[in-house]
């Protein structure tokens, strides 16, 4: 499972927002724009991490929506965290929504 973490630490996080990333990107690219002084401003830790199938994590040739989501309870867990927000933008969207229904 792998992810990049901005902003604030842990220890000093109000808000973890977990990004899906847009099509054809990965964890690295965060949301394009977010300045780092802003998550630190209001005490943000930006987790974003690598779809299945992208970047490093495990391929999963029968992806799809359900199993996003069940990634997304899955990386919340290996965090030891059970309420953390879900933010998405571009195509990394229909990710977070697919977390909504789940």
Request: no cysteine.
């Amino acid at each position: 499972m792998a992810y990049k973490e901005r902003g604030v630490s842990a220890d000093k996080t109000r808000f973890l927002m977990i990004v899906p990333h847009a099509f054809l990107s990965s964890r690295f690219v965060g949301i394009p724009g977010v300045k780092d002084s802003l998550l630190e401003e209001f005490g943000i830790n930006l987790l974003t991490y690598d779809l299945l199938g992208f970047g490093e994590s495990d391929p999963h040739p029968t992806r799809n929506l359900e199993s996003s989501a069940t990634y997304l309870s899955v990386l919340g867990d290996a965090l030891g965290v059970n309420k953390f927000w879900v933010v998405g933008y571009s195509s990394g969207s229909i990710h977070a929504r697919a977390a909504l229904s789940y």
